[in-house]
C-alpha cells in the first residue's frame, strides 16, 4: 500500500511539473486568455494619401495646381485588440491580473502584382492596455512622414497612378505584473494614391 501511495503521489508531482513547464511557453495559447486583433481600420481596406491638397486644388485659372496649401500627414491606423478566456474552465474575470499591455510592433508592407514597396519595414512603440475578458481600441503609425516623401510615394502625386500592397502587423506585449512576452499578427489591405480631394471633400467623407 506504502508502495502504491508513492507511485501516486510521484505521478501527481511529475502532473504538475508538466504543468508549469507547459505554461511557461512564449506563446499566446499559453496562457489565461488569448489576445489578439478583431478588427483593423473597422475592417476596411485604408486609403492612403500620398498628398492632401488643402483647401483648393487649383489656383485661379483652374488649371495649375495650386500647391502652396499643400501638406504631407503622417497615417495612422484604428486596430481593435481583444483579450479573451483562452478556456472556459479557467475565467480570469475582470482583475487586472489578466490585463495585457501592447507595448511595441512591426510594420511590413507586401505589394501586390509587380509594384514597388511602398514603405520600408519599420518598428514603433504603444501602450494599449487589453483589460481581462474586453477589448480596446488604440492606433498606431502607418505611414510615417518620411515615406511619402521619397520614391515609390512621391511618384504619386498628382498622378492617376495608385501602390496597392498588405500590411503586415506584429505586435508584442505581456500579461500585467508579469514578464512573459506575447506576440500575434494582423493584416490589411492599403492602397495608396493621391484623390484630389480638397479638405471640406475629406470631411464630408468622414
Do not use: W
Not at 489656383?59 to 481593435?80: G, S
Not at 507595448?103 to 483589460?131: E, H, M, Q, R
Not at 497612378?161 to 505584473?177: K, L
Amino acid at each position: 500500500m506504502f508502495g502504491t501511495r508513492k507511485a501516486v503521489v510521484l505521478s501527481f508531482a511529475l502532473l504538475t511539473l508538466a504543468v508549469i513547464l507547459s505554461c511557461s511557453e512564449d506563446t499566446n495559447y499559453d496562457q489565461r486568455t488569448v489576445v489578439y486583433v478583431g478588427g483593423v481600420n473597422q475592417d476596411r481596406p485604408y486609403l492612403a494619401d500620398v498628398l492632401s491638397q488643402g483647401d483648393s486644388i487649383y489656383n485661379a485659372d483652374l488649371v495649375t495646381y495650386k500647391l502652396i496649401d499643400d501638406v504631407v500627414r503622417e497615417d495612422f491606423i484604428e486596430i481593435e485588440f481583444f483579450n479573451k478566456p483562452y478556456s472556459s474552465v479557467i475565467e480570469p474575470g475582470t482583475g487586472n491580473l489578466g490585463d495585457f499591455l501592447v507595448t511595441s510592433y512591426d510594420v511590413n508592407f507586401i505589394p501586390y502584382g509587380n509594384a514597388s514597396v511602398p514603405v520600408p519595414s519599420f518598428s514603433g512603440t504603444t501602450s494599449i492596455l487589453v483589460p481581462a475578458s474586453g477589448s480596446a481600441i488604440g492606433a498606431i503609425l502607418l505611414v510615417p512622414f518620411a515615406a511619402k516623401n521619397v520614391s515609390p510615394l512621391i511618384g504619386l502625386r498628382y498622378s492617376p497612378d495608385e501602390i496597392m500592397a498588405q500590411a503586415h502587423f506584429v505586435f508584442r506585449g505581456h500579461y500585467i505584473q508579469t514578464d512573459t512576452e506575447v506576440e500575434f499578427e494582423a493584416n490589411v489591405s492599403v492602397n495608396f494614391a493621391d484623390p484630389l480631394l480638397t479638405t471640406a471633400d475629406e470631411n464630408k467623407l468622414q
